[in-house]
């Protein structure tokens, strides 16, 4: 049960990174010991079946990528443990991802950051929460109806989805 | 579907009725017509920008509050009681004093709509106004509700999110600091916080009311807002970061 819901865990990042985070992860693979990056291309498809714990691989964490640069070994792959990529500032807040390397493979990545720049909005987030694009816009986008935005004046209204979203509403 | 738009207020109204019964068309357009009275009216009444209307006697000192006619009244006392819900982060004042109501009035043109439609026997609709919206029933046999966009405001081509509007959520409104709404002025002690805040609640005075709070206010207002209120959140910041309470993200549109 255990590495099943590690499982989960790892894919439900891997979908986000792969959505929305592509700034991030290539930043975080640049971040990674040279041996790594190889491994990073069947990174994600790995998931857990390797049978990594997030308890044991957190405890070989590592506080900043330069730490985790310098300590894995240069040719032979990455040292099993839990690297943590660069901080990357993306229009979504800022965001760093950590990716845990098992058997010279990366394992899991995981979001440990995605925040406004103020980090008075970590203290207040059982109230809002940072969210990426993808969290909030989905397929179901093609049946809108209405488009809730800032004031449109009377000719802004003409260049506006909404106008659109009208006139179809007369043929359909 | 039938569409009917119409000019008022400086803005669009957008009315969307999904009832498919047999003599819909006909109550429709009776309806729809009534409607745009009503518009009419709300803005001789409170438009600022007409030389004539009976706000615009009250900021010339030709007309005493006092002496004002009760729906003016009415709207006041409503405003000033926004005011202090917000903690004064709403407020029906411009800086130079003069009363201006706009920031209500669209809403309870939208409200006032949406019970025109529900007393003509509509069951299936959705009431636009510039943007601010408020939904009754389903748009279509095939959805629960009404799918509704958010635009963003850095992309204004593009949407943020797609909702669906429930009987308990109805009503979505989006407030934003680059937009042209003369109502919302922000405090000297707030920054720029967010370009633009959407709020979905159970009627739509309050949501506009609060967006247009979380956007004068900025975060401070917006912890105030989610703690006191029973309401859904998206706010964007100038760099384009979301940030959005948990309500919100159980309507998303799946």
Redesign the interface.
């Known amino acids: 049960m255990r590495s099943g819901s590690a499982f989960m865990a790892g894919l439900g990042s891997a979908a986000i990174i792969a959505i929305g985070w592509q700034a991030g992860v290539g930043t975080l693979t640049s971040a990674l010991p040279q041996s790594g990056a190889s491994a990073s291309g069947t990174s994600n498809a790995a998931g857990s079946s390797s049978g990594t714990s997030s308890s044991s691989s957190s405890s070989a964490s590592t506080d900043t990528s330069s730490q985790a640069a310098t300590t894995a070994p240069a040719a032979s792959g990455a040292a099993d443990g839990t690297y943590d990529g660069s901080v990357v ?1 993306t ?3 800022t965001v760093q991802v950590q990716a845990v390397i098992s058997g010279g493979k990366i394992t899991d990545v995981i979001a440990v950051k995605l925040t ?3 980090r ?2 970590v203290a ?1 987030s059982q ?7 993808s ?4 397929a ?2 093609a ?12 000719q802004a ?1 003409l260049q ?4 659109a979203l ?1 006139a179809a ?2 043929t ?1 | ?3 009917h ?1 119409f ?1 008022t207020m ?3 109204v ?1 009315i ?1 009725i999904a009832d498919t019964e047999e003599g819909v068309p006909r109550q429709s357009i009776a309806a729809i017509n009534e409607i745009e009275h009503e518009c009419a009216r709300l803005n001789e009444t409170f438009s600022l920008y007409l030389k004539d209307s009976e706000i615009s006697q009250i900021a010339r000192g030709e007309l005493a509050l006092a002496d004002s006619s009760e729906l003016m009244r009415t709207e006041y006392a409503r405003a000033l009681d926004w005011r202090e819900k917000t903690d004064g982060a709403f407020t029906p004042h411009r800086p130079d004093g003069v009363i201006d109501l706009s920031g209500t009035i669209k809403a309870v043109a939208i409200d006032t709509a949406a019970q025109t439609l529900i007393g003509s026997g509509f069951r299936n609709f ?1 009431v ?1 106004v ?4 408020t ?1 009754f029933g389903n ?1 279509s046999s095939e ?1 629960t509700g ?6 963003d ?2 992309d ?2 593009s ?4 909702l ?1 509007l429930t009987p308990d959520f109805p009503a ?5 600091s ?4 003369e109502h919302i002025w922000l405090r000297p002690e707030t920054t720029k916080a967010f370009v ?1 805040a ?1 709020v979905i609640a159970s009627d739509i005075i309050t949501a506009d009311v609060l967006a247009t709070a979380i956007i004068s206010g900025g ?1 401070a207002t ?2 105030q807002i ?2 006191n209120f029973a309401v859904a ?3 964007v ?1 100038p ?8 309500k ?2 159980e309507l ?3």
């Open positions: 500032n229009r979504f807040g406004d720049a103020d008075k909005s207040i109230q809002v929460a940072p969210m990426v694009r969290e909030v816009l989905t179901q986008s049946k809108v109806a209405n488009i809730s935005g800032g004031t449109y004046t009377t209204y506006s989805l909404q106008s009208d509403g007369f359909g | 579907m039938s569409v738009t000019d400086g803005t669009m957008s969307r959705s636009n510039g943007g601010d919206l939904t748009q959805e009404w799918i509704t966009g958010i635009l405001p850095l204004r081509s949407l943020l999110a797609a669906r979505v409104a989006t407030s934003g680059a937009e042209r709404g633009q959407s975060q917006l912890d989610t703690q959140v998206m706010t910041a760099d384009g970061a979301l940030q959005a309470n948990a919100f993200q998303v549109a799946r």
